[in-house]
């Protein structure tokens, strides 16, 4: 059993920053993949970005690229998501996931915070 917890959300306006923090107990998160989601009002939850357990391999959605950075410390058994230049289209839960293998889909993923709110408006 590994139990996720997401800090690091806020109201920021757009073009700024945050980062956010999936801290694990429990399992090692090492063990595992782990990847980011994130859901706006109204709509589906949605892959923003994943990262292997070793930390080598990266994977975003398009509308991240560049903007995004997925990063871990296994020492700390942390996972975070550094969010720059962010857009209002960026509101939402985010929410980390643990899985044991790399995927962009939520079914995969075994073990799952209970998310943090993003806001980005003016």
């Known amino acids: 059993q590994v139990q996720l917890v997401e800090s690091g959300g806020g109201l920021v306006q757009p073009g700024g920053s945050l980062r956010l923090s999936c801290a694990a107990s429990?399992?090692?998160?090492?063990?595992?993949?782990t990847g980011w989601f994130r859901q706006a009002p109204g709509k589906e939850r949605e892959f923003v970005a994943v990262i292997s357990s070793s930390g080598e391999t990266t994977y975003y959605t398009d509308s991240v690229k560049g903007r995004f950075t997925i990063s871990r410390d296994n020492a700390q058994n942390t996972v975070y998501l550094q969010m720059n230049s962010l857009k209002p289209e960026d509101t939402a839960v985010y929410s980390c996931?643990?899985?044991?293998?790399?995927?962009?889909?939520?079914?995969?993923?075994?073990?799952w915070g209970q998310g943090t709110q993003v806001t980005v408006s003016s």
């Open positions: 429990g399992r090692a998160l090492r063990r595992y993949a």
């Open positions: 996931a643990a899985s044991s293998i790399m995927s962009v889909n939520n079914y995969a993923y075994d073990y």
